[in-house]
T-cell receptor, first 113, second 114 residues
Framework: GPKVLQIPSHQIIDMGQMVTLNCDPV?????FYWYKQILGQQMEFLVN????????KSKLFKDQFSVERPDGSYFTLKIQPTALEDSAVYFC???????????FGKGTRLTVV | GDSVTQKQGQVTLSEDDFLFINCTYS??????LLWYVQYLGQGPQLLLK?????NKGISRGFEATYDKGTTSFHLQKASVQESDSAVYFC?????????????FGGGTRLTVRP
């Protein structure tokens, strides 16, 4: 089936540094999403992105977070600066439309030390 | 806002046992309710979708329905196999032209013993 690829699978970063998580969504999809899952907790919506714009974000999407997809390349989540509470697994997802199936990647485990 | 509660964190069964996992939800909209399955080392993938109360979603031997009166929805399978071992998430979807927003339960880790 359609694949969402996330690179890298695991990243360790020093607190205060910048990190960029990369996502290669399904090729013809138009809607892109990030979800966050802290160990032992529910997966939670962070943001959705369409037509070059953030359409909706949750209160977890702090000012230090930003997303972009320049020229149809990777869909990225940047955190600058990182904090210890940003340690989690971040799942990227995409869908063709707002009403169609959402496909998830395998996640990137971010560890902030 | 939307919320989903999935109380069974772990379920251990033997092959051919009956599986039943239940979730409750809260929303002010007409919900689409989903079940996602996550196998080890993979991302979550859609297993079933139910858009109308009391209708049944069926896929790969799994069935799901939701009850608007009790705001609950459940996943069941008559006879589980070892290959069904995975984490199962219930989710509530709010869809519009701005995109899909999924609210997930905490997940149920199913272990099926041979």
């Amino acid at each position: 089936g359609p694949k969402v690829l996330q690179i890298p699978s695991h990243q360790i970063i020093d607190m205060g540094q910048m990190v960029t998580l990369n996502c290669d969504p399904v090729s013809n999809h138009l809607y892109f999403y990030w979800y966050k899952q802290i160990l032992g907790q529910q997966m939670e919506f962070l943001v959705n992105f369409y037509n070059g714009k953030v359409m909706e974000k949750s209160k977890l999407f702090k000012d230090q977070f930003s997303v972009e997809r320049p020229d149809g390349s990777y869909f990225t989540l940047k955190i600058q600066p990182t904090a210890l509470e940003d340690s989690a697994v971040y799942f990227c997802a995409s869908s063709f439309g707002g009403f169609t199936e959402v496909f998830f990647g395998k996640g990137t485990r971010l560890t902030v030390v | 806002g939307d919320s989903v509660t999935q109380k069974q964190g772990q379920v251990t069964l033997s092959e051919d046992d009956f599986l039943f996992i239940n979730c409750t939800y809260s929303t002010t909209t007409y919900p689409t309710l989903l079940w996602y399955v996550q196998y080890l080392g993979q991302g979550p993938q859609l297993l079933l979708k139910v858009t109308t109360a009391n209708n049944k979603g069926i896929s790969r031997g799994f069935e799901a329905t939701y009850d608007k009166g009790t705001t609950s929805f459940h996943l069941q399978k008559a006879s589980v196999q070892e290959s069904d071992s995975a984490v199962y998430f219930c989710a509530l979807a709010r869809n519009n032209n701005a995109g899909a927003k999924l609210t997930f339960g905490g997940g149920t880790r199913l272990t099926v013993r041979p």
